[in-house]
C-alpha cells in the first residue's frame, strides 16, 4: 500500500516547564560535542524483539502506520515513491529505528518524512535526506505532533526545516546539518507547544537557501527557531556555522533555559531573545559569531550593533509563570564576536503598531487581542504598559567578555564592533502612539531593571547607550549617568569614571562656552598657564559689577541626582588688583530649572591656588553649570583660571 496524502500546513506554538533554581556560576568554556559523523548515530545490528522489518529499497508498498508498532529500516536507502506527497504518517505510539548505515531518502522529489499528528512517536538512528519541504515548512514531524522522541539522527540537505517541534518532544542526540532554511522550526497553530527539550545536538550549516537575503526582513532563518514556546530546555547543544543566527526565540516566548551550548561561528547572532519572556542563558560559550551580519552592516555604514546575544523587546515578567520573572544571563563566556550583549526596544514596536509585523499582541493583553491596544485606551493604564514588550528586568552578571579586533576574520572597524548596548529609538509613528520621543529611551535605561554587574572584561570594550548616536567608555558606562557593571573590572582593574566636564584651555577655542554675562571681558592666554600652556583671562571691563556665564544651556550632562561631585579649579591674579570672585556651580534638572547654587570664593591670591568644594547634587539633578561674579572700583583688573573640572567624588 502507498500510503500518500497532502500534507496539513501548520505554522504556531506556546506552555511552561520548570527548571533548577538559578545559581551564579563562573565563565568556563564549553567543550564541542561533536554528533555529525559520531558513532552514537548508529542503530543497532539487529531488530528489536517484535519490530516489523524494512527492507531497503522503495517502501511505498509497505504500510508504516500501524499505531504501537516498531519499524526496523536495514541497512541502504529507502524511498517512499516517487509522489510529491509521499511521505510517512506514523499512527499514535510507532517507533522508527535504522540500522546502521539506514538512509531515508526524499530523492529530490518527496516533500515530506514523517507528518500528521499523532502523538508519542519516537524515531531513532535514521539518516533522513534529500526532502523538499516549502518554505517555513518541515520534513520531520511536519504537522508538530506531540510528545515526540527524535534522538540520534542525520537530518541533513533537505529543504525548509529539518524538523518542526510539538508539545513535550524530546530531541536530543542528532546531527542537523546542511538543511535549505531551519535546523529546527518550532512553531504550532494554537500557540501549544510546552516542556520542549533539545539537547546535545550538533546543528550546523543550515539555512543553505540564504532567506534571509532571499526574503530581505523575513525573520525566518536559525539553526533552531522558535514561535510561541512555552517552557524549553536547550541544552549541551553545538550550534555552529549556521548561515544566519545560532538560536533564535521569536514571537511570545517563555520560560527558557538556554545552558551549556557551545555556539560559535554562526554568521549572524549566536542568541536571539526576541518579543518574548523569561529566559536563563547561563553557562554557553559564544564566540566569533555574527562576523558576517557585523561586517555587512559595517559595509553600508550602519552602526547598529550587531551582538552575539540579541534581546529585542524582552521582558522578564512576573505575571507570566516562568522558572524566573528575569531575563538573566549569567556565567557565560563570550570570545571574539563581532559584538557583546544588545538589549534594545523599538519604541514604535508594540501590539497593534504597524511596526509590529507579526500582528501578534503581547502575552499580558493576550496574543489573538490586538484591537485593544488602540487609541485613546492605550495612552492610560493598564494598556500603556500591558500592549508592549519592554525589555525589562534584564539581570547580565558574572559572565566573561572577550574581545580581540584583530581575531576577527576580514578585519572589524572599531566603530562597527566590540560594543555592548543598551538603547532604543526615538519614537514616531503611528501618530496615536503613547510612545513618541525619548519615553521608551529613558525607559529602557533609566526605569526597567536593567543591570551589568560583576562581569569580567578584556580588550577594548565600547558601549551604546540610549540611542545610536552616544558611543561611550568604559568609564562613562560604569559612571553616575548609567552606573552599570558595578563590581566588574575591565583589563583587571575598573575605569575611573568620567569627568562631568575638564577644561585647560589649551587653545584659543576653549575659550567657549564662557561668555561675557555684563561687564567683562574675555581672553585666552597662553604662558604662564598652572597646567600645560594655556589659561582663561577675565578681565573687569567697568568700574562695577562684572560677571562670566557659560553660554551652554541646560549646561552639563550626566549628572546624577544623589552623587557627591569634588568642584576645583585654579586661579590667581593676572592684573591687579584682583577683586574678590565668587564661582556658583548651579545644579539644573533637563528642563534648566536651577535646583540649588553653591558658592565657592575666589579670594584675592598672586600665585595659582586651588579653589574646591564637595557638593551633593539635589533630588532631580541632571545637568550643571557655573559663573564669575565680582565688582571692582576701575576697570582693568583680571584674573586668571585653569584646570577646571567637575567629576564624581573619588574618581
Excluded at 509521499?86 to 522529489?109: E, S
Aim: aromatic residues 10%; charged residues 15%; proline residues 6%.
Amino acid at each position: 500500500m502507498a500510503w500518500v496524502a497532502l500534507a496539513t500546513l501548520v505554522m504556531g506554538g506556546t506552555t511552561p516547564a520548570s527548571g533548577d533554581a538559578v545559581d551564579p556560576a563562573a565563565a568556563a568554556p564549553v567543550a564541542a560535542a561533536a554528533v555529525c559523523g559520531s558513532s552514537s548515530l548508529n542503530g543497532p545490528a539487529t531488530p528489536p524483539a517484535g519490530a516489523v522489518v524494512v527492507p531497503a529499497g522503495d517502501n511505498s508498498g509497505v504500510n508504516l502506520r500501524q499505531a504501537n508498532t516498531t519499524y526496523y529500516f536495514q541497512t541502504g536507502t529507502h524511498t517512499l515513491g516517487t509522489d510529491t506527497y509521499a511521505q510517512i504518517m506514523p499512527g499514535d505510539g510507532a517507533t522508527f529505528i535504522g540500522a546502521p548505515g539506514a538512509v531515508l531518502d526524499g530523492q529530490r522529489l518527496n516533500r515530506y518524512a514523517f507528518t500528521q499528528r499523532a502523538t508519542g512517536v519516537t524515531i531513532r538512528y535514521l539518516t533522513i535526506t534529500g526532502f523538499v519541504a516549502p518554505h517555513d515548512e518541515g520534513v520531520v514531524n511536519h504537522d508538530s505532533g506531540d510528545g515526540w522522541v527524535v534522538e540520534h539522527n542525520t537530518i541533513r540537505g533537505n529543504a525548509g526545516a529539518g524538523l518542526m517541534a510539538g508539545a513535550t518532544n524530546t530531541i536530543r542526540g542528532n546531527c542537523v546539518k546542511d538543511n535549505g532554511q531551519y535546523g529546527l522550526n518550532a512553531a504550532k497553530a494554537g500557540n501549544t507547544i510546552t516542556g520542549l527539550v533539545v539537547a546535545d545536538n550538533e546543528f550546523t550549516g543550515n539555512n543553505t537557501e540564504d532567506w534571509e537575503h532571499q526574503i530581505p526582513g523575513c525573520g525566518c532563518t536559525g539553526g533552531m527557531k522558535f514561535w510561541a514556546v512555552n517552557g524549553a530546555d536547550v541544552t549541551g547543544n553545538w550550534v555552529h556555522g549556521n548561515h544566519g543566527p545560532g538560536v533564535w526565540a521569536d514571537t511570545n516566548n517563555n520560560d527558557f533555559l538556554i545552558e551549556d551550548n557551545l555556539i560559535e561561528g554562526n554568521d549572524s547572532l549566536g542568541i536571539f531573545y526576541e518579543i518574548s519572556y523569561n529566559v536563563v542563558i547561563r553557562n554557553n560559550t559564544i564566540r566569533g559569531n555574527a562576523w558576517a551580519s557585523g561586517a555587512e552592516r559595517a559595509a553600508k555604514g550602519d552602526p547598529f550593533p550587531e551582538a552575539a546575544i540579541y534581546l529585542s523587546e524582552a521582558d522578564g515578567e512576573p505575571r507570566v509563570q516562568a522558572r524566573t520573572s528575569k531575563i538573566e544571563i549569567t556565567g557565560n563566556l563570550l570570545e571574539n564576536n563581532w559584538g557583546g550583549i544588545t538589549a534594545w526596544a523599538n519604541a514604535d514596536r508594540f501590539c497593534n503598531s504597524p511596526a509590529s509585523t507579526t500582528g501578534d499582541c503581547t502575552l499580558i493583553v493576550g496574543p489573538t487581542s490586538t484591537a485593544r491596544c488602540s487609541a485613546p485606551a492605550i495612552a492610560d493604564e493598564p494598556l500603556y504598559t500591558d500592549c508592549r514588550w519592554w525589555t525589562k528586568n534584564v539581570d547580565i552578571h558574572h559572565n566573561t567578555f572577550a574581545f580581540d579586533p584583530g581575531a576577527v576574520d576580514g578585519g572589524c572597524p572599531t566603530q562597527y564592533c566590540g560594543h555592548m548596548a543598551l538603547l532604543s529609538n526615538w519614537g514616531t509613528y503611528p501618530e496615536w502612539s503613547p510612545y513618541k520621543g525619548a519615553v521608551i529611551q529613558r525607559s529602557i535605561v533609566h526605569e526597567s531593571h536593567n543591570s551589568w554587574h560583576d562581569n569580567t572584561y578584556t580588550g577594548p570594550w565600547q558601549f551604546r547607550v540610549t540611542d545610536m548616536g552616544s558611543r561611550i567608555s568604559p568609564g562613562q558606562w560604569i559612571g553616575p549617568q548609567y552606573g552599570q557593571d558595578a563590581g566588574s573590572t575591565f583589563d583587571g582593574g575598573t575605569p575611573a569614571p568620567p569627568a562631568i566636564a575638564e577644561q585647560d584651555f589649551e587653545s584659543g577655542s576653549t575659550t567657549s562656552p564662557y561668555a561675557p554675562w555684563y561687564g567683562a571681558d574675555l581672553a585666552h592666554r597662553t604662558g604662564g598657564a598652572h597646567g600645560g600652556t594655556g589659561s582663561l583671562q577675565m578681565t573687569s571691563a567697568q568700574a562695577s559689577g562684572s560677571a562670566v556665564a557659560l553660554d551652554n544651556f541646560p549646561g552639563y550632562s550626566g549628572v546624577v541626582a544623589g552623587t557627591s561631585y569634588h568642584v576645583s579649579l585654579w586661579y590667581r591674579e593676572a592684573v591687579a588688583t584682583m577683586p574678590a570672585v565668587m564661582w556658583n556651580v548651579r545644579w539644573r534638572d533637563e528642563a534648566g530649572t536651577v535646583l540649588r547654587t553653591d558658592a565657592i570664593s575666589l579670594d584675592r591670591k598672586t600665585a595659582w591656588t586651588e579653589a574646591a568644594g564637595t557638593f551633593t547634587a539635589p533630588a532631580g539633578t541632571t545637568r550643571v553649570d557655573w559663573t564669575f561674579v565680582w565688582n571692582s572700583t576701575t576697570a582693568g583688573p583680571a584674573f586668571q583660571i585653569d584646570d577646571v573640572a567637575i567629576r564624581p567624588r573619588g574618581a
